[in-house]
């Protein structure tokens, strides 16, 4: 069986769009300080969440189904 190219990134927008609303947040390591105190290191390490909206996951999905749908179009309909 043969993969289109269009079949791979459906499949990985409608992947990408599940795991946006499955789980919506990102942590993401920011910036890390070392701090001595009293002669100990010290690691800081701050992190930011980013939140993935709602419609970008529902989106992705919507559009990954979109091409999934046309990659399967007869492509005799395609070359009019």
């Not at 993969?3 to 890390?32: D, E, Q, R, T, W």
């Not at 010290?42 to 980013?50: K, L, S, W």
């Amino acid at each position: 069986m043969k993969f289109n190219s269009l079949v791979i990134f459906g499949v990985l927008f409608i992947a990408l769009g599940i795991a946006g609303l499955v789980h919506p947040n990102l942590m993401m390591p920011a910036k890390k300080q070392e701090l001595e105190i009293a002669g100990n290191k010290v690691i800081m390490e701050t992190r930011r969440v980013v939140e993935i909206p709602k419609v970008l996951g529902v989106l992705l999905v919507v559009a990954g189904g979109a091409i999934l749908f046309l990659s399967q179009v007869n492509p005799s309909l395609r070359r009019r």
